[in-house]
C-alpha cells in the first residue's frame, strides 16, 4: 500500500533551513529526509510528515483494568490501538517490537480515524485508548480519532510517558477524557541512564493535567530491581504526587518482566511492590494499587472513610462494585474518578 502522507502539526523551520520539531521536550532538528528520534515524524521536502497517521500496527479491545485505569467506567471494554514510533528510549520497553522497530511501521494497516470508531460501536465498546506505543508521537491522528469518538458519544483514554511540550500539551490533552501517565522512577539519573530523557518535563506534565485540565488522572510506576525500587526514591516520588498532586490520584505500582535491553535483569519480587504501596499509603496516598502480579488484596479499591472493599477486581476483571453516584455506598465518602 501507498505510504500515507500527512502533515504533522508542531513544526517551524529554523535559520539553518532544518525544521524544529516542538511535539516533545527533544525537539528534535530535522534536515531534509531526517527522521526525528522517535522515527514517526520526518522532513519530507521541508515539510514535517506524520507517517504513523492512520497506521495503526496494534489493535485489540482490552478490559480498561490492562491500561490501568481503575477509576473510569470499571469493568467495561475499551478498543485500544497503538502506531509504531516512541519518543524515549526505554532499555526495559515492553513494547519494544513496536515502539522501536521501523519495519513494523510498513506493515500497518490503513485505517481513518472514522473508520476506528466503527470499529468500536461496532464491537459495543464505550471508550477508545490511545497506548501500546507513545500516543504523543502520533497527536495528530489520536487528536482526529478522538474528535470522531466524541461525536459518537465514546469516552477516550491514553496511556502515556509524559514527554509533551507545553506548547502542544494542551491541543492534545483538550481530547482526553483520562490518562495514566508513566512516571518511571524518581531520579533524573534513572531517566537519562535507562529512558534517554529527563524527568522534569514529566512532571511539569503531571502538574498541569492535575491544575489545568478536566482529564482523569491515574499514574504508574514500574518497579525495576535494583534501578528504581529503593524504598527512599519510592518515598519521594509518593510525597512529590501528595504535595504536588494532591492524595487521591491513583497509583499502580507494577512489577517489571525482563524484557528489549534488560534481559539480564530479574523480575520484581512481589515483596518490593507491596512494600511500595505500604510507603504509598505510609504518605498519606488513598488509592494505590499493585499490577503485574497475583495481588491478593492489591487490585482493590477501599474507602479511605470506613475502610470497606468497594471495588473488588482480579486480576484485569471487576467482580464488584459498591460506589454509586460517585461515593461508598456504606458511607457516602466522595471516590473521586468516573464511575457511571
Ligand atoms: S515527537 Fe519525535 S520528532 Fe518530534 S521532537 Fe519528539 S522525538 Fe523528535
Not at 67 to 78: I, Q, R
Amino acid at each position: 500500500m501507498t505510504q500515507t502522507l500527512h502533515t504533522a502539526r508542531w513544526w517551524k523551520k529554523i535559520p539553518d533551513g532544518r525544521l524544529e520539531c516542538f511535539l516533545c521536550p527533544r525537539r528534535c532538528h530535522l534536515a531534509e529526509g531526517q527522521a526525528g528520534f522517535c522515527f514517526v515524524r520526518e522532513n519530507v521536502g521541508g515539510e514535517l510528515v506524520q507517517m504513523a497517521y492512520g497506521r495503526p500496527v496494534a489493535l485489540a479491545v482490552d478490559p480498561i483494568e490492562k491500561k490501568p485505569l481503575f477509576h473510569f467506567h470499571p469493568g467495561s471494554a475499551v478498543l485500544s490501538l497503538g502506531t509504531a514510533g516512541c519518543n524515549l528510549g526505554c532499555q526495559f520497553c515492553q513494547n519494544y517490537d513496536i515502539s522501536k522497530e521501523r519495519a513494523a511501521q510498513q506493515n500497518a494497516r490503513h485505517l481513518e480515524p472514522r473508520a476506528i470508531v466503527d470499529l468500536a460501536v461496532e464491537h459495543g465498546v464505550p471508550s477508545i485508548a490511545f497506548t501500546y506505543n507513545e500516543p504523543t508521537v502520533w497527536a495528530e491522528y489520536a487528536i482526529d480519532i478522538a474528535r470522531a469518538a466524541h461525536e459518537a458519544g465514546l469516552h477516550t483514554a491514553m496511556v502515556s510517558n509524559g514527554y509533551v511540550t507545553r506548547e502542544a500539551f494542551f491541543e492534545l490533552y483538550e481530547h482526553i477524557d483520562a490518562v495514566n501517565i508513566d512516571l518511571k522512577g524518581f531520579s533524573e539519573s534513572f531517566y537519562e541512564r535507562f529512558t534517554l530523557s529527563h524527568m522534569h518535563p514529566v512532571l511539569d506534565t503531571l502538574r498541569w493535567l492535575r491544575r489545568e485540565t478536566k482529564v482523569w488522572l491515574e499514574i504508574t510506576n514500574l518497579l525495576i530491581p535494583g534501578c528504581n525500587d529503593r524504598p527512599e526514591e519510592t518515598r519521594k516520588l509518593c510525597e512529590w504526587i501528595s504535595i504536588e498532586l494532591g492524595d487521591t490520584v491513583p497509583l499502580h505500582f507494577s512489577a517489571f518482566h525482563p524484557d528489549y535491553r534488560m534481559l539480564d535483569t530479574d523480575p520484581t519480587p512481589p515483596e518490593t511492590v507491596h512494600r511500595a504501596r505500604e510507603i504509598a499509603l505510609e504518605c498519606g496516598l488513598k488509592y494505590v494499587y499493585e499490577g503485574n502480579l497475583l495481588t491478593r488484596d492489591g487490585g482493590n479499591t477501599h474507602c479511605p472513610a470506613c475502610h470497606r472493599t468497594l471495588v473488588r477486581r482480579n486480576w484485569h476483571r471487576v467482580d464488584h462494585v459498591e460506589i454509586v453516584s460517585g461515593c461508598c455506598a456504606h458511607c457516602g465518602q466522595e471516590i473521586p474518578g468516573q464511575w457511571d
